[in-house]
């Protein structure tokens, strides 16, 4: 996110106040069930990304269980 045109919303967000306690709260929430759910929706087709979907779980619950370290590094790029 640090370079322009990395992330579609940088510039848009960049150097503004942002309040993160509701993204922290709904991270804080999401159960290792709804994430478990959220994989078991993939549809059948995508059996070949199946390793990617994985590899995708992990980052989300990586990011969650870690949102403190996740929304300071997204301040930091935004400041």
């Known amino acids: 996110m640090e370079h322009n045109g990395n992330h579609i919303f940088r510039d848009g967000l960049r150097r503004r106040e942002i309040d993160f306690e509701g993204i922290r709260d709904a991270w804080g929430r999401l159960s290792d069930a ?20 994985a590899a995708s779980i992990e980052l989300i619950k990586g990011a969650r269980d870690n949102i403190d370290a996740v929304l300071e590094e997204v301040r930091r790029v935004l400041a």
Do not use: C, G, L, R
């Not at 709804?34 to 979907?53: L, R």
């Open 34 to 53: 709804q994430i478990a759910d959220y994989e078991a929706a993939i549809p059948a087709e995508w059996h070949d990304a199946k390793e990617s979907v």
